[in-house]
């Protein structure tokens, strides 16, 4: 079955680094649209960034542009969310998810399956 299994999250100080890792295993997901998305007390989840596994576009929301990155590791089959410059604001849980979209794919219904999240905490 499929697994996304997400670590990397952590403490940090404001205007530090992260790097968000998404083991995934279960299938190949070559063609697939891998995302990062994120929940903070009391809101709803939100996109932040995506790419297709295979290249084709990436996809990020306009608060996170310049500086996150997302990657990928086709030996290890995982997925990264590099995170420079922290902002207080970027504190919550993080998802990866996959799914099946050809095309950038940055809405929480494009996306079949989940991790368990990781927690990032940006302190000022």
């Known amino acids: 079955q499929v697994q996304l299994v997400e670590s990397g999250g952590g403490l940090v100080q404001a205007g530090g680094s992260l790097r968000l890792s998404c083991a995934a295993s279960?299938?190949?997901?070559?063609?697939?649209?891998m995302g990062w998305f994120r929940q903070a007390p009391g809101k709803e989840r939100e996109f932040v960034a995506a790419?297709?596994?295979?290249?084709?576009?990436?996809a990020y929301t306009d608060s996170v542009k310049g500086r996150f990155t997302v990657s990928r590791d086709n030996a290890k089959n995982t997925v990264y969310l590099q995170m420079n410059s922290l902002k207080p604001e970027d504190t919550a849980v993080y998802y990866c998810?996959?799914?099946?979209?050809?095309?950038?794919?940055?809405?929480?219904?494009?996306?079949?399956?989940w991790g368990q999240g990781t927690q990032v905490t940006v302190s000022s």
């Open positions: 279960g299938r190949t997901f070559s063609s697939y649209a």
């Open positions: 790419r297709r596994w295979n290249g084709g576009w990436t």
């Open positions: 998810a996959a799914g099946r979209s050809p095309v950038p794919a940055t809405t929480l219904d494009e996306y079949d399956y």
